[in-house]
């Protein structure tokens, strides 16, 4: 099956910073779907990438769809202290084991 | 977007007794749900793909008899846990695909955490 990698596993970061986050896999896709899980609730969909190389910002955040359709990045600009959580980029509906943020006031 | 919704948020029962949890689609009509299990500090884990009008489909390790789902409806799957121990405590979670964004785009109920006293 496909291994699906994200890094870095944990960020700890200081309110205001800009943050960076990426998923890789050895197969190719043909959507990317970054989601965000807060404390005690169901993960949200933040951003949808349908095409390789494709650019797309939801305010603060910008995802890239890799043009190799093998890896997503996702950026977070001045980051705020409620963008804490756990980010996911599934795949087939299975799950990597995310990128935990900590942003500190 | 799309709305999936759990019930009950939380549940606390006896070692022993069998707990329901109810997810349902209220905008849209999902053919398929999937059901997960996320413990502390840990990833969802995929337990079973809910298949409305036939049989669930499980994931590996998983043991149906124990995790018995029902997908009744169009717009509704129950998971029920049978004779539930200690271990069984965890966050679970369903989600569904909306067909009017090509099946793409999964959204996920609030969660349901479970406690096993």
């Known amino acids: 099956g496909q291994q699906l990698n994200q890094s870095p596993q944990s960020m700890f970061i200081q309110e205001g910073e800009d943050v960076s986050m990426n998923c890789t896999s050895s197969s190719i896709f043909n959507t990317w779907l970054w989601y965000k899980q807060d404390p005690g609730e169901g993960p949200v969909l933040l951003i949808a990438l349908y095409k390789a190389g494709e650019l797309t910002s939801n305010g603060r955040l910008t995802a890239q769809f890799g043009i190799t359709r093998k890896d997503s990045f996702l950026n977070i600009s001045a980051s705020i202290p409620s963008d804490v959580g756990i980010y996911f980029c599934p795949q087939d509906m299975r799950f990597g084991a995310g990128t935990r943020l900590t942003v500190k006031p | 977007g799309a709305v999936v919704s759990q019930h009950p948020s939380w549940v606390i029962c006896k070692s022993g007794t069998s707990v329901k949890i109810e997810c349902r689609s209220l905008d849209f009509q999902a053919t398929t749900m999937f059901w997960y299990r996320q413990f502390p500090k840990q990833s969802l884990m995929l337990m079973a793909t809910s298949n409305e009008g036939s049989k669930a489909t499980y994931e590996q390790g998983v043991e149906k008899d124990k995790f018995l789902i029902n997908h009744a409806s169009l717009t509704l799957s129950t998971l029920t846990v049978t004779s539930a121990h200690p271990e069984d405590s965890s966050f679970y979670i369903c989600?569904?695909?909306?067909?009017?964004?090509?099946?793409?785009?999964?959204?996920f109920g609030q969660g349901t955490r479970l406690t096993v006293v």
């Open positions: 989600s569904a695909r909306d067909p009017r964004e090509g099946n793409t785009e999964a959204f």
